[in-house]
């Protein structure tokens, strides 16, 4: 069976091969530009996020909705919240350097905060589709990661009410991104 623009996703949704090849025939290109666009500071973790990337869509085709986004935008919107995981990942790993047998702790300060900006720019525009208190919320127990008594203590603000409040914020962040559970 030849694959093509109309069979493509039904095609990677009953999981032939050739589907796939397809997807990195047509949306490679774009899903590595997006990679890169994130990974620039980090060309050794590029090929590895790429074949994650493709992983993800193979495993989660099912979550894909046409009538909610185009596969395009769906494939790089997973490339890009898979890239900032590499470069959080890369963020909360020392970094070493082996000299002689003695490994030294090597702290990269530039790229640690272009890295720090980075993330920080894609969490603000994430959030953005949020209310400020919510927002708020989000930050203190996923960036600072705070526990939930802590923040049920400084704000008044019973954990369920808590819960309620995160649960429907990420419901909003995910139609905001157009993404599924499981991308």
């Known amino acids: 069976m030849r694959i093509g623009k109309h069979n493509y996703i039904k095609q990677l949704k009953l999981h032939n091969e050739k589907a796939l090849m397809y ?28 074949d994650d990337v493709l992983l993800r869509i193979w495993q989660h085709i099912y979550d894909f909705d046409e009538s909610k986004n185009s596969f395009k935008n769906w ?20 970094q070493t ?21 980075e993330i920080s720019k894609e969490v603000e525009k994430m959030l953005a589709c949020l209310k400020p208190s919510d927002r708020e919320l989000f930050i203190r127990l996923y960036v600072k ?5 802590q923040i049920s203590r400084e704000t008044g603000l019973k954990k369920e009410v ?5 649960s429907r914020g990420k419901r909003k962040i995910r139609k905001q991104c157009n993404i599924g559970r499981g991308a």
């Open 75 to 94: 494939s790089a919107a997973i490339a890009k919240y898979r890239a900032i995981d590499y470069l959080r990942q890369y963020q909360r790993e020392p």
């Open 23 to 50: 997807v990195i025939d047509e949306y490679g290109g774009l899903i590595m530009s997006v990679i890169r666009r994130h990974l620039f500071a980090l060309p050794e973790q590029q090929e590895e996020c790429f």
């Open 162 to 166: 808590i819960y309620n409040r995160v």
């Open 145 to 149: 990661e705070q526990d939930m008594e």
């Open 97 to 117: 350097v082996d000299i002689d047998g003695t490994v030294i702790a090597q702290e990269d300060c530039m790229l640690t905060s272009v890295i720090e900006k």
